[in-house]
């Protein structure tokens, strides 16, 4: 029985638990372990709006103030990462100190990766934390020229926020064509030409040799010759599970903590959520590991009643969902992206339209361009199996009544 709830990792995954372990009834005690000083906040936010000029609104990103946590009855450990998990004796390591749990939540996240060698330049920066924000805020008010490393999400995000004050900035990415894992060639090019539209310097294909400067960042050298000045770059090459504090618990760690279906590691007692979490998704029937807000918090909620009650425990089968913000379109994705073939409804011209995704003989993903409207419908629709050509009937008969001209 459960009277010793842990949380460890205060973001999304980790808030959204110790909410649900409350709404479930539970009444014994629950500890919340965060690695930054700051309240759980909302991270989206942080490489799109809050980049903007006079943004810093921290209050606006908090899930709680202080006093909506303390109506959880929920004991903060802030600013003090766990160290050490040790399941024999069912205590996570925090602090210099021990605390001790009948179940357990881990909600870690994942950690940005950097560039080695470039610890000691100022202007090198990831966006990861509310405290990375600030910083390449910052930069961007000082006007700063700015090299993104990555054309990912996060780094289009950032070209976006800059070309948005209309400062120049140069996008660099090691691949042929970005994003290419997220959404498919065929769609990554069709995005990353949103950059050229708005003034944004893509360069594809191409490495980055070296960060130079002396104390602080000055210039990015290429693998094709070229120099870019730069008073600001951002990397964003991806992040990585946090996981390295598990070493040595026992706990099987691949990309991620690995767990069954319910969120169980396989440790009486433990289960994971978010970034962190790689599960069997069964809809799919594959593992995943997912970096989106959506998952992160349906997947907290469930493995903390499924930590309360493991012998009523259920699956968390889902369809993937991401969104993102690029200068004036908003790009949305459900599903997942390895398709046999890819049907586009609308005009990719227009910056208006639907890609649908193939798997088999049904459908398994949906790509919207400024189609916030449509593209929950897909998501519904593959999380029935839809066949492949219902979905295109579907989509197809939208997409005409859409054009019909008004009498």
């Keep these: 029985m459960t009277t010793r709830l842990v949380v460890v990792g205060a973001s999304l995954a980790g808030l959204r638990a110790v909410e649900a372990a409350r709404k479930t009834g539970f009444t014994g005690s629950i500890t919340l372990i965060g690695a930054e000083d700051h309240l759980p906040y909302d991270r989206p936010p942080l490489s799109k709006a809050f980049l903007d000029a006079g943004a810093d609104r921290q209050s606006e ?6 006093a909506g946590l303390q109506e959880l009855d929920v004991e903060l450990v802030l600013g003090a990462p766990a160290t050490g998990l040790d399941t024999e004796q069912r205590t996570v390591a925090v602090d210099g100190t021990s605390v001790g749990y009948d179940s357990v939540v881990l909600a870690t996240g994942a950690r940005a990766r950097t560039l080695p060698g470039t610890e000691a330049l100022a202007g090198v920066r990831t966006l990861r934390t509310l405290d990375d924000a600030r910083a390449v805020r910052s930069a961007l008010d000082a006007g700063a020229r700015t090299v993104v490393i990555g054309a990912g999400f996060i780094g289009s995000e950032v070209a976006s926020g800059a070309r948005k004050r209309g400062l120049d900035v140069t996008v660099v990415e090691a691949l042929p064509t970005p994003l290419v894992r997220a959404i498919g060639e065929q769609m990554g090019v069709a995005c990353s030409a949103l950059h050229a539209a708005n003034g944004t310097d893509l360069r594809c294909g191409v490495a980055v040799e070296a960060i130079e400067g002396e104390s602080a960042v000055e210039r990015v050298r290429l693998s094709d010759g070229t120099v870019l000045p730069a008073d600001l770059v951002v990397v964003g090459v991806g992040a990585s599970p946090a996981t390295d504090w598990l070493d040595g618990s026992g706990l099987q760690l691949d990309n991620g903590i690995v767990c069954d279906s319910t969120l169980w590691t396989g440790v009486p007692g433990v289960y994971a959520a978010g970034d962190v979490c790689r599960w069997r998704n069964p809809l799919f029937d594959r593992t995943m590991r997912l970096e989106h807000w959506t998952s992160a918090a349906e997947q907290g909620a469930l493995a903390a009643r499924n930590a309360l009650d493991p012998d009523a425990a259920t699956p968390y089968s889902t369809v993937p969902y991401f969104w993102s913000d690029w200068y004036d379109t ?9 398709a046999d073939e890819i049907e586009v409804i609308g005009d990719v011209g227009s910056g208006r339209f639907v890609a649908l995704y193939r798997g088999g003989d049904r459908l398994i993903g949906a790509l919207a361009l400024n189609r916030q409207a449509d593209i929950m419908k897909y998501r519904g629709l593959i999380m029935k199996e839809t066949p492949w050509t219902a ?17």
């Design 61 to 66: 990103l908090a899930y709680r103030d202080l």
């Design 330 to 338: 908003r790009i949305q994705f459900v599903g997942v992206p390895d």
């Design 391 to 407: 979905a295109l009937d579907f989509a197809r008969a939208r997409e005409a009544k859409r054009v019909q001209p008004v009498r």
